[in-house]
């Protein structure tokens, strides 16, 4: 991706207080999320071609680009799941070459594939999530139960994962992402497959948590997507 044809929207900044949120490294204060002349090949293919991205807390940022324009290769970066060729990556203070465990800790994150078991219930799912992640059960899954009631999912609790529509499989992996409550969340095509409104849920979602600090990246391919939350807002 270039940044030509990699369109960056900033939707809106935040304040929120430097004391608590912002990262210190060598003495100095650091962006949480850093990305300088960053570039990526795929054999003869240019996946993503001298990038600059810098994203500080609080800020809500849309990655606009088209299909296979390297928007997930962009996030695996991101997270330490895949590596680059050459510029220079921090996330949360780390490098995700070599310090990649540490920040998908830090990270909640919404992947474009699913990372439920499609044969446990949809209810298993997000309590091995709950568990795997190491928050406290009872008032996680206090939470989760509001969640899924917002995104009109309590009618499918006991039902394997793999009876859902795409849509509704989606929305699972939305729920258990916004459990945490995480400096940085990262969305890769969040509503692919998802109703008109659990994206409006989702949205207010999103906002609550840039509100109190946490930073988010949200890829699409769908600028009227970017452009809908900002204008019914205002």
């Known amino acids: 991706v270039s940044q030509s044809r990699y369109l960056r929207n900033w939707l809106t900044s935040l304040p929120v207080s430097l004391a608590s949120m912002s990262l210190w490294k060598g003495g ?5 999320l850093d990305v300088k002349e960053m570039s990526m090949h795929f054999g003869g293919i240019k996946a993503v071609t001298d990038f600059n991205l810098e994203l500080e807390p609080g800020e809500l940022v849309g990655l606009i680009g088209p299909n296979g324009a390297g928007k997930t290769t962009l996030v695996k970066i991101i997270l330490g799941v895949t ?5 220079q990556v921090t996330v949360l203070g780390l490098a995700p070459r070599t310090q990649g465990m540490q920040i998908r800790g830090q990270t909640a994150i919404v992947h474009q594939r699913s990372g439920v078991d499609a044969f446990l219930s949809v209810w298993d799912n997000v309590q091995i999530y709950i568990r795997l992640r190491g928050l406290e059960v009872t008032a996680s899954e206090t939470k989760a139960r509001e969640l899924l009631r917002d995104f009109g999912l309590e009618k499918v609790l006991q039902q394997p994962m793999i009876m859902l529509s795409g849509g509704e499989s989606r929305k699972v992996q939305i729920v258990r992402a916004l459990l945490l409550d995480p400096p940085l969340l990262v969305m890769d095509e969040p509503t692919a497959s998802v109703d008109p409104e659990s994206r409006r849920t989702l949205w207010s979602k999103v906002r609550q948590l840039t509100s109190k600090g946490t930073t988010v990246l949200w890829t699409t391919h769908d600028l009227h997507e970017m452009a809908f939350p900002y204008r019914d807002w205002e």
């Open 28 to 32: 100095r204060l650091v962006s949480l």
């Open 83 to 87: 590596s680059y060729d050459s510029g």
